[in-house]
């Protein structure tokens, strides 16, 4: 939920910032991340030229995981990001560097140190030094690069009580979720093969529920990621949902392809089954099933059955979630799946660097047109792409390129 969404419910940008940081200074949730980009140091017309594509390159980066986007009034931006790793986040904030260099344009190469116009909080041990961030902020501190930067004090006694899932309100969004209809909260982005020559060509697109607008529509006064085993129970519940909605459309064009992200679980709740049956061999060659990679770790036995599964069904099989690191420690080509999305950050420009020789061991073992590159903000996460053969991408980029003359894949209204 974006600053200016909290904005709607009288709340200024530091006001909801504070209370979020103190709720997570009382709750010490695991896995979080906070960023603070100053916009502000930009020239006033380079700020005004870029401002919307800054705001639109952090809320992709945070659209389908628990994040939220702070604007305020001088044109910074915070972020705090819960379920999504700081490798995306990252890659969406060093898409911002060219804005700052001296010639507007990025230097070819990634910085060895955080961008200067970011501040960093790492939620697990500085939880305290952000809320102290946020308390001087919301008292009229208008030097927020001062604040940032300040020593760090013991936060104060008067934090609120967190407002996180517990068992009860857990229960209560269940039930509040099964009961409504997700079409605001479902998004839909197109994966494009795009060759050197040529123009984009949307092949499918992924069909998700955006955390953000979930939490804004259902859970305004909840943080969905302070507990994230009920955070992970949720995603399982909005799987079955996903299916439910899709099967009750009343247009589904399946002349293209589409693509779903669901935990290994769903496919042992027997959700799975009945959407399936819903439209029996009409799906076959059309779906492409993502499955994240810590999912994918968790329960290799699992997935090696869910994707034989698949395969018997005339389904895709994509590992979603892939980073520069992932491909460094791990060798995903021998699992041989359909897909393998690959999340784009400018560390893979360093010809040496590991999460590029990864990558290339991946496009060597699987073939580059099954690796689809992710998250690409900016034209030179194209530009890498190609020179490695790749050709399925998607993200921001792609978005514009395409614009309105994009043609939906397929069309659905459902009513469940």
């Known amino acids: 939920m974006s ?17 979020a940081a103190r709720r997570i200074a009382a709750a010490r949730p695991s896995g979080g991340w906070a960023c603070h980009i100053r916009l502000s140091h930009l020239p006033p017309q380079k700020l005004k030229e870029n401002y919307s594509f800054a705001v639109n390159i952090l809320r992709s980066a945070v659209e389908r995981f628990l994040g939220r986007v702070f604007l305020f009034g001088n044109s910074d931006i915070v972020v705090i ?34 961008p200067s116009f970011a501040t960093w909080w790492d939620l697990d041990q500085q939880s305290g030094d952000f809320l102290l961030f946020a308390e001087r902020l919301a008292s009229g501190c208008t030097r ?53 020559s040529g123009k984009p060509q949307p092949l499918f697109e992924e069909v998700y529920v955006s955390i953000q607008e979930l939490q ?10 302070l507990d994230q085993w009920l955070f992970r129970a949720l995603t399982e519940v909005l799987d079955e949902r996903v299916l439910t909605w899709l099967a009750a459309a009343e247009s589904l064009n399946l002349i293209a392809r589409f693509a779903l992200n669901l935990n290994l679980s769903t496919f042992a709740s027997g959700a799975f089954a009945k959407f399936e049956a819903r ?16 999912d994918l770790l968790a329960n290799l036995p699992r997935f090696a059955a869910v994707q034989e599964t698949l395969h018997a ?12 690191p992932d491909l460094a420690a791990i060798d995903y080509g ?34 580059p047109d099954k690796i689809i590159l992710s998250h690409c903000s900016v034209e030179e ?12 991408f998607q993200g921001w980029y792609l978005d514009s390129l395409l614009g309105s003359l994009r043609s939906p894949r397929f069309k659905l209204v459902a009513n469940s």
């Open 381 to 392: 996460a194209v530009g890498f792409g190609q020179e490695l053969g790749l050709t399925l």
């Open 216 to 225: 804004r529509l259902f859970a305004p006064r909840l943080d969905l990621g």
């Open 3 to 19: 600053g200016a969404e909290e904005a709607k419910t009288n709340e200024s940008p530091e006001q909801a910032l504070l209370a």
């Open 144 to 196: 927020t690069d001062n604040v940032a930067s300040a020593p760090v004090e013991k936060a104060g006694s008067e934090t609120a009580e967190p407002k996180g899932l517990d068992p009860n309100k857990f229960a209560a969004l269940v039930a509040r979720i099964k009961d409504a209809n997700l079409g605001g909260a479902i998004r839909r982005q197109p994966i494009c093969r795009f060759h050197r």
């Open 81 to 114: 990001c819960w379920q999504t790793r700081r490798w995306q986040l990252r890659s969406a904030i060093a898409s911002l560097q060219p804005l700052f260099d001296g010639e507007g344009r990025a230097s070819g190469r990634p910085p060895s140190n955080e």
């Open 313 to 324: 069904q005339g389904h895709f099989l994509c590992i979603d979630g892939l980073t520069g």
């Open 279 to 294: 439209f029996g061999n009409q799906l076959r060659g059309r779906m492409v099933i993502e499955i994240d990679k810590s």
């Open 334 to 367: 021998r699992l041989t799946a359909d897909y393998y999305k690959v999340g784009w950050h400018p560390d893979f420009l360093a010809a040496d660097g590991e999460g590029r020789v990864g990558l290339e061991r991946l496009a060597a073992q699987a073939s």
